[in-house]
Nanobody, 121 residues
Framework: VQLQASGGGLVQAGGSLRLSCAASARTFSNYAMNWFRQAPGKEREFVAAINWNGGITYYADSVKGRFTISRDNTYNTAYLQMNGLKPEDTAIYYC???????????????WGKGTLVTVSS
C-alpha cells in the first residue's frame, strides 16, 4: 500500500487546513488509518485514528475538538480536517495505515511521506 499525504501549507493561527491521504490499494477499507505528526526537535506523536468504516475515531487530547478525521473508502482516501490551528500544531504530518486497529506508531504497516503544516502566530 502506498500512501500520499497532501494539503499542508502555511496558515495563520486560528485558521484551517484539510489534509488528505490517498492510498494506492484497493484493499484500503481493510486498514485503519492514522495521522501522526512530528515537530522540529520532537518525537513523532499520535494525532488521530479512524477504523476501517469510519465508525470509530480517536484523538489525541491536544487536538480533540479541533481536528476531525474521516475517510472515503470509495476514493481510497483519508482526511484530517484541522480547525482552530495553533502555532504548536506546526509539524510534519504523516498518514499511516494499519491492518486492524492501533494507535501505536510501531504497529503501523505503511507510512506516507508527510506534509508540512506551519502555523504562524
Amino acid at each position: 500500500v502506498q500512501l500520499q499525504a497532501s494539503g499542508g501549507g502555511l496558515v495563520q493561527a486560528g485558521g484551517s487546513l484539510r489534509l488528505s491521504c490517498a492510498a494506492s490499494a484497493r484493499t484500503f477499507s481493510n486498514y485503519a488509518m492514522n495521522w501522526f505528526r512530528q515537530a522540529p526537535g520532537k518525537e513523532r506523536e499520535f494525532v488521530a485514528a479512524i477504523n476501517w468504516n469510519g465508525g470509530i475515531t480517536y484523538y489525541a487530547d491536544s487536538v480533540k475538538g479541533r481536528f476531525t478525521i474521516s475517510r472515503d473508502n470509495t476514493y481510497n482516501t483519508a482526511y484530517l480536517q484541522m480547525n482552530g490551528l495553533k502555532p504548536e500544531d506546526t509539524a510534519i504530518y504523516y498518514c499511516a495505515a494499519v491492518l486492524g486497529y492501533s494507535i501505536k506508531s510501531t504497529d503501523m504497516d505503511y507510512w506516507g511521506k508527510g506534509t508540512l503544516v506551519t502555523v504562524s502566530s
